[in-house]
C-alpha cells in the first residue's frame, strides 16, 4: 500500500482547506484510515479515523465540528476537509493506513504541511 498526502498550503485564521490521501497497491487489505499531525516541537497527534469499509468516523476533540474525514470509493482517496483553521492548526499532516488484523498503522504518506496565519 502506498500512501500520497496532498493538499497542504498557507492560509489566513478561519479559513478553508482540504486534504487528500491517494492509496494506491492492495487497498483491498486496508481497514482504516487516520490522519495525524505535527507541530514544531510537538508530538505527532490523531486528528481523525475512518473505517475503510463502514465509513465509521471519530475526531480529536481539538477538531471535532472543524474537520471532516471522508471516503471517495472510486479513487480510493480519503479526505480530510478542514474549515475555521486556526493558527494552532498549524502542523505537518500525515495519512496513515492499517491493515485489517493489525493493531498499529502499517503505512503512512509523506506529509504535508499546513500553516495557517494569524
Known amino acids: 500500500v502506498q500512501l500520497q498526502a496532498s493538499g497542504g498550503g498557507l492560509v489566513q485564521a478561519g479559513g478553508s482547506l482540504r486534504l487528500s490521501c491517494a492509496a494506491s497497491?492492495?487497498?483491498?487489505?486496508?481497514?482504516?484510515l487516520e490522519w495525524f499531525r505535527q507541530a514544531p516541537g510537538k508530538e505527532r497527534e490523531f486528528v481523525a479515523h475512518i473505517t475503510w469499509g463502514d465509513l465509521s468516523t471519530y475526531y480529536a476533540d481539538s477538531v471535532k465540528g472543524r474537520f471532516t474525514i471522508s471516503r471517495d470509493n472510486a479513487k480510493n482517496t480519503v479526505y480530510l476537509q478542514m474549515i475555521s483553521l486556526k493558527p494552532e492548526d498549524t502542523a505537518v499532516y500525515y495519512c496513515?493506513?492499517?491493515?485489517?488484523?493489525?493493531?498499529?498503522?502499517?503505512?503512512w504518506g509523506q506529509g504535508t504541511q499546513v500553516t495557517v496565519s494569524s
Open positions: 497497491g492492495r487497498t483491498f487489505s486496508i481497514y482504516t
Open positions: 496513515a493506513a492499517r491493515l485489517e488484523g493489525y493493531s498499529v498503522n502499517n503505512y
